[in-house]
């Protein structure tokens, strides 16, 4: 695994290199630091102003990721990066400073990310002192991020991640977590050191402390990355224990903005049961309310193979066939069409605050997007879903026949009896009208719907993900070990 480490920020668009320099320069000549948090402020409003859009239909699968996405990790990182440096920093005790180590993981500062970042990405800090440094001074700094936080929020509206587990912390603690007799522990300290070990952004260096931390897992196989993104970290959610229903997925609700465990999570091992016990009354019968995760599902699973390439692994170590592999490209846009719909959720909701959850999509979202009378949804969304390396022929063929019967009303007749119409109803909500009455079976319609559409599209994308997973990128872990 390569072991570049990063410490300058490098900007998608060479207009913020311009802006850096220009930064320094200023620096250099000794600007205070309430002119630097003016600047700061005004610079980050005008920004946004440019790339956050305001309405659904200034989103565009075409214009995402050139005007949105990486526009914003610019800004993004280009603030964190100098509020830290040249705000921040400067109010701490010397002694802290000259013995501390910060440095950025996650969408805006890992050095395999190069989509971009959604409005609501947070950012990932983590600072490291050395073991000489006092409880008191350990506890100031604590504080002083807590109120970083705070402040980066209040100005840019930016979550800054402040984990007890991850965030403030000495060397030794570090160590004593990589050799926790709890394997749990043990392995969460492993998985998250290892798998950020060569793609972290340094902010503030100290090697010495660098070298000291992640000496202990560089020389561990590049393997445990799957299990850091995809696999079985015990104290994480991810793609492999939500689909053997080790650990149910938490979401926010949009109605109640409260936390709500889903049962009806498209790729679980359950509810897919459940689905198949439906597709065995009809075929075309799709459950009217589900969830799918992107967040646990296409993002981590891209976000997992771009991290295996950047750390000097080619396509073909990884399962795929190169560049043009129809499965590598199909998950290439599964996660643009993740983006776009996460980009549209935030501004949908325009309610983003720290209860707001962009990570999922579900059967209200969906037809809530469906139902925008204005925009290009429909054809982004299906410039994605049938394009050459998305969905399977016959999926297209039957994707298109299902948008033809909602635009033509059509009805599914089927016959069951009351007990079976009171069980679908309660169990996948379906709208199930009666045609007669009488004891036994009876004539029932049920309506095409986007709900259902939603479900097909999402659950074809499951189950080609599964097939990647399990195909491609499982078997390819044996020559990391």
């Given at each position: ?94 002694t802290i400073i000259e013995n501390l180590l910060i ?118 196989p590049d393997s445990l990355l799957f299990d850091n ?169 039957h994707y298109l026949a299902l948008k033809q019967y ?76």
């Amino acid at each position: 695994m390569s072991s570049t480490v990063i410490s300058e920020p490098r900007y998608n668009d060479k207009s913020f290199q311009t802006f850096q320099d220009q930064l320094d320069a200023a620096i250099e000549r000794g600007i205070s630091p309430t002119k630097l948090e003016t600047f700061f402020v005004g610079f980050y409003t005008e920004q946004s102003k440019v790339i956050n859009p305001n309405e659904i239909q200034d989103v565009s699968m075409g214009t995402l990721e050139r005007k949105i996405l990486r526009p914003r990790q610019d800004l993004y990182l280009f603030v964190l990066y100098n509020w830290l440096k040249f705000i921040f920093l400067p109010t701490l005790d010397r002694t802290i400073i000259e013995n501390l180590l910060i440095f950025g993981v996650g969408r805006i500062f890992s050095s395999y990310s190069n989509v971009g970042v959604q409005y609501c990405t947070d950012a990932d800090l983590n600072f490291v002192a050395m073991d000489s440094v006092s409880k008191a001074d350990i506890t100031a700094l604590a504080s002083a991020v807590k109120k970083l936080k705070q402040r980066i929020w209040d100005l840019f509206c930016i979550i800054v991640e402040v984990d007890a587990s991850f965030t403030v912390l000495r060397a030794q603690e570090i160590k004593e977590r990589l050799m926790h007799s709890n394997r749990e522990a043990r392995m969460a300290a492993t998985l998250f050191y290892k798998g950020n070990a060569d793609s972290l952004f340094v902010i503030h260096d100290n090697p010495e402390l660098r070298e000291d931390i992640f000496k202990q897992v560089r020389q561990l196989p590049d393997s445990l990355l799957f299990d850091n993104f995809l696999g079985y970290n015990p104290v994480k959610t991810t793609f492999a224990r939500l689909r053997d229903d080790n650990v149910k997925l938490s979401i926010i609700s949009d109605s109640t903005q409260q936390k709500e465990t889903v049962d009806a999570l498209i790729g679980t091992k359950m509810f897919s049961h459940k689905c198949r016990q439906l597709a065995g009354i009809h075929p075309e019968l799709y459950p009217q309310k589900w969830c799918f995760s992107m967040k646990y599902t296409v993002n981590r699973i891209y976000d997992y193979v771009s991290a295996m390439h950047h750390a000097g692994y080619s396509l073909k170590d990884l399962g795929f066939s190169g560049d043009e592999d129809p499965d590598y490209r199909f998950v290439c846009q599964a996660h643009r069409l993740m983006l776009f719909l996460q980009e549209l959720i935030h501004i949908r909701l325009d309610t983003y605050n720290y209860l707001s959850d962009y990570s999922y999509i579900n059967a209200d979202r969906f037809i809530n997007f469906m139902g925008i009378p204005k925009g290009s949804f429909r054809s982004d969304f299906d410039e994605i879903v049938l394009s050459p390396n998305f969905l399977h022929a016959s999926e297209r063929k039957h994707y298109l026949a299902l948008k033809q019967y909602i635009h033509d009303k059509e009805l599914l007749n089927l016959s069951m009896n009351e007990e079976q119409v009171i069980e679908l109803r309660k169990q996948f909500g379906l709208e199930i009208h009666h045609l007669g009455n009488g004891s036994g079976k009876n004539p029932v319609t049920v309506p095409y719907t986007w709900g259902g559409v939603g479900f097909f599209v999402f659950n074809a994308v499951e189950n080609r993900l599964s097939a990647i997973v399990d195909e491609k990128l499982v078997p390819s872990l044996k020559m990391m070990r």
